[in-house]
Every structure is written in C-alpha cells, then in structure tokens.
C-alpha cells in the first residue's frame, strides 16, 4: 500500500496546524496565567484586535478542549463531538497550511 505525495502533505498540514495551536494556546497560558478562549474577543478594542490572530491559530486547539470537556462534563452526544473535531481539523488544515507556506518562504525552500 502507497501513500499519495498529496495525503502525506495533508497529513503534514493538519499536524503542524494541530502542533502549532497548542503550542500557542500553552505559551498564551503561561504567559498570561489565563486559558485561550473565544471569550477574548468580547474585550473590545485593541485588545479584541491583538487577540484575533492568535485567536487564528489556537482555534483547533480551543475548539477540541471544549468540546472533551463538554463531552466529560455535559454528556454531549457523539455525533457533536464528531462535528466539532471535524471542524477543528478543517481549520487545522487551513492554519497549517499558511504556517508550512510561511516556513517554506522564511527558510527559501
């Protein structure tokens, strides 16, 4: 059995955006002594703005944290957490992407 170039950069991607928003959610919470969250943005003003992009890449992270905890906590059913985890590696996928595009162009590969 053979893996596709294609999948194997996919599969790349989707880790590298799931590395990479738990690496920023952690230094933001070691940082700040506070877990990421969505409810960052309800700051307003600058402060809501310098969250965005962070906010941008710790959402795959953010996203999957709540929802194991409303699974443990809420008895949410399965097909949610189905939804939610797809929708966290869809957006893992994007953010990887545009942090290997980002890499590949700093290193000049």
């Not at 599969?11 to 969505?38: M, P």
Request: charged share 15%; proline share 5%; net charge positive.
């Amino acid at each position: 059995m053979t893996v596709s170039p294609a999948a194997l950069d996919s599969l790349q991607t989707l880790f590298v955006g799931l590395a990479l928003a738990g690496l920023l959610a952690s230094a933001f919470e070691l940082f700040t002594d506070r877990k990421a969250s969505f409810q960052l943005l309800e700051a307003g003003g600058v402060s809501a703005l310098a969250a965005v992009p962070m906010l941008a890449f710790t959402a795959p992270f953010i996203i999957l944290r709540n929802t194991m905890r409303g699974r443990r906590l809420e008895h949410r059913p399965i097909p949610f957490v189905m939804i939610a985890t797809m929708i966290a590696c869809g957006w893992s996928l994007m953010s990887g992407r545009v942090a290997v595009d980002l890499a590949h162009l700093v290193v000049g590969a």
